[in-house]
């Protein structure tokens, strides 16, 4: 499983930047919102540099990292647990425990002094311990602090957000990368994986989630509340559930997509590197089998075993020509000829100056029946290939063998510039080649401490740090130095000696980057379309409380300016129609008449046949007027029994006319058994007349027409003024 999960790490930087890109965003748009409370812009700026840093993870990963850059990544780090310390302090900043912001200062100058005297990976330590714990820590209480305030399903989603935050501070602030101090030597990285079976940044791109799904939720809940809707709230819940499905159907087809692609590049890596293999272990065998024909050749010359029958005259001439010459044709460091004994009785070549007894002890333990393989020169300090070969005297009894000794090092200087990674190791894993020179002379492998021990004689200062963490084996992915390989291994020459190259998996990180750079487009087109649809729905549900207002502040209207038996205007309402009728009628010079009608021994009704049956003669009589009048006309009900005209564009004497109309109409309707007449009082308006004063007057003449009998219409007479003006 955590090997599995190791080789996903770099889409597990991806969601996990992603998820904190999230949390950046939602909490910018509180922030946004929430004017008043600038601790979310804070934890927004926590989000967004986060996000940044795991993504620069991310190319460190695909790229490579260098020690400038990743500087820059602890410094990212460092910041953003600023603002996410920033969060909490500021939301607790009534409590005398909370430090200022003068606290960062230390925190920061111990960091930076670590990195410069101790190392980056301790000062990146420094900051997870400091920053990263307590600033993660300080956040989720500042957020169940916050809770209190918030509406009860909010308060629930903060509680999660601070348990997301608080097991955040754990995996981010205390799991931190091995180091030789404690306790980054017990609680690290691979102490975590060994334990659980995962990486940590799995876990925390699982926290990021966790925590930005959770800030997400507070933020729909603030939207709920703003509209007060139903419906928008019960869309928030439905949206919220579609959109953490969404995105994990989206990462886990995008998480599809890019190991598909790796597993098609890895398949060609695997091919690419069989070839590899195959062509460089096929040449380097090559050269060897040149040697092993040459002292094949030489042994089978009847010049060879003469000479070492003999040992000496011309035989021993010829046969040391012949030596000469093959170890020139061979590019051989040396040539010797060997009795039956192991002894030399020629030699050839640069290293027949020298006492051949290291380098011919393989040769000798032989004997007579040759052998073949890499010896190391403890002198020259370089590896060379033996080849012996058993000579026959005249009777065919062997007499002794004849020996090459052919350097590698050409071999290794051609590789020199291979595009990736070889090794050349002995029996017990020790690098003796490698175009990779602080590799040479360093185990490959873990060795126990007595073989260490005895290599140490043979190479001298031996760096017994390993390399893999296990013995290699062929075409297989291992880890390599802390990197993901893909190794192949063969065995040179028949012997124990073996060519290892590496194919770095840092190109197939490259081609699975094409798979994450989809899924973040689909993923962006997927949030604009979700995003995009919640805020048109959060500006339907605003339109329509704004309509049910507008609709309610109306029916209010109505309701305070109808009389709710007849339906007609009450005096509310006529102190907004009569007021305005006068100014068109002093604006444009036009008449305007009031009528004041009541019903005649309305009181005789009620007291007969009840207050019912007099309502439902108010209503009936309020009825048959309002049929009778123009559009332009009002009328509204004055009180009790009295009722109210406005004539626009009416004289005095056209408003009697319309007076006497409905005096008979009134007259002859009858409600039920019974029959009402009604009295009328006229007033026309005079330019300028106060309304109290014109109602006044209308008042008037209608007493007057009940005084002289009822059932008549009365019509005032001007205002004085007006008279005045007549005469």
Request: charged content about 20%; overall charge neutral.
């Amino acid at each position: 499983m955590a090997t599995f999960l190791n080789d996903q790490l770099d889409f597990i930087f991806f969601f996990y930047g992603l998820a904190f890109l999230l949390l950046g965003a939602t909490c910018w748009a509180i922030a946004r919102r929430r004017t008043d409370e600038r601790s979310w812009t804070m934890l927004a700026t926590f989000g967004l540099i986060h996000g940044v840093t795991e993504w620069l993870d991310l190319s460190a990963l695909i790229l490579g990292d260098t020690p400038v850059y990743s500087a820059v990544r602890i410094s990212v780090m460092t910041a953003s647990f600023v603002f996410l310390a920033g969060f909490g302090r500021m939301q607790m900043a009534d409590r005398s425990w909370v430090p200022g912001r003068w606290i960062y200062l230390p925190i920061l100058g111990l960091i930076a002094l670590i990195a410069h005297f101790v190392g980056l990976t301790e000062a990146g330590i420094a900051s997870r311990y400091t920053l990263g714990f307590f600033g993660a820590l300080g956040a989720g209480l500042a957020l169940l602090s916050r809770a209190r305030r918030l509406s009860a399903s909010a308060q629930s989603y903060a509680r999660v957000a601070a348990l997301g935050l608080a097991l955040y501070a754990v995996a981010a602030g205390l799991i931190v990368p091995a180091a030789p101090f404690w306790p980054a030597n017990v609680v690290n990285y691979a102490a975590f994986t060994g334990l659980t079976g995962v990486p940590i940044q799995f876990v925390r791109g699982l926290l990021a989630c966790w925590i930005a799904l959770a800030v997400w939720a507070i933020w729909g809940q603030q939207l709920a509340s703003e509209v007060s809707s139903q419906s928008f709230s019960a869309y928030l819940r439905k949206q919220f559930l579609w959109t953490a499905g969404m995105m994990f159907l989206i990462l886990l087809c995008g998480w599809a997509l890019t190991e598909r692609l790796g597993e098609i590049y890895r398949h060609n890596v695997e091919i690419e590197a069989a070839g590899d293999i195959d062509l460089l272990a096929s040449r380097f065998a090559g050269e060897l089998h040149t040697a092993d024909a040459l002292a094949r050749t030489m042994a089978g010359s009847p010049s060879t075993g003469e000479a070492l029958e003999r040992r000496e005259g011309p035989a021993l001439a010829r046969a040391r020509a012949l030596l000469d010459l093959h170890v020139e044709a061979g590019g051989a460091e040396g040539g010797y000829l060997l009795d039956a004994n192991g002894a030399v009785v020629a030699a050839a070549g640069e290293l027949a100056l020298r006492p051949p007894a290291d380098l011919l002890a393989a040769a000798r333990e032989a004997g007579a029946g040759g052998s073949a393989g890499f010896i190391f020169d403890p002198a020259t300090r370089a590896t060379v290939y033996h080849t012996s070969r058993a000579v026959a005297g005249a009777d065919g009894r062997p007499v002794g063998a004849a020996a090459l000794v052919v350097s590698v090092e050409a071999f290794a200087k051609d590789l020199e510039g291979l595009n990736r990674p070889y090794y050349f190791v002995d029996p017990q894993g020790v690098v003796v080649m490698s175009n990779l020179s602080d590799s040479l002379y360093r185990t490959l492998w873990p060795l126990n401490p007595e073989a260490q021990a005895g290599l140490s004689g043979r190479y001298g200062t031996l760096d017994a740090r390993p390399i893999a963490r296990s013995e290699i084996r062929d075409s297989v992915w291992t880890e390599i130095d802390g990197a993901r390989e893909y190794v192949r291994r063969r065995f040179i020459a028949g012997a124990d000696w073996s060519l290892i190259i590496l194919k770095p998996t840092r190109e197939i990180f490259a081609t699975r980057f094409v798979g994450i750079v989809i899924t973040l487009l689909v993923t962006v087109v997927a949030l604009m379309y979700l995003l995009g649809r919640e805020r048109w729905m959060h500006e339907d549900a605003q339109r329509r409380a704004q309509s049910e207002l507008q609709d309610l502040a109306r029916d209010l209207n109505i309701k305070a300016t109808t009389d709710p038996l007849t339906g007609l205007y009450n005096r509310l309402r006529l102190n907004d129609i009569l007021p305005h009728e006068m100014a068109r009628a002093d604006r444009a010079g036009s008449a305007l008449s009031v009528v004041m009608y009541d019903i005649d021994h309305f009181k005789a009704i009620n007291d007969s046949f009840g207050h019912a049956t007099g309502d439902k003669v108010l209503a009936a009589l309020s009825r048959t007027v309002e049929g009778s009048l123009r559009a332009t006309d009002h009328l509204v009900r004055w009180g009790g029994e009295e009722f109210l005209l406005i004539l626009p564009d009416t004289d005095a004497e056209a408003a009697r006319h319309v007076a006497e109309k409905l005096r008979e109409t009134i007259a002859d309707m009858r409600v039920g058994d019974i029959g009402v007449t009604s009295s009328f009082g006229i007033a026309g308006y005079a330019p300028e007349e106060p309304m109290a004063d014109l109602i006044g007057r209308a008042d008037k003449a209608l007493y007057r027409a009940k005084a002289n009998g009822r059932n008549q219409v009365a019509v005032a007479s001007p205002p004085r003024s007006r008279r005045g003006a007549q005469a």
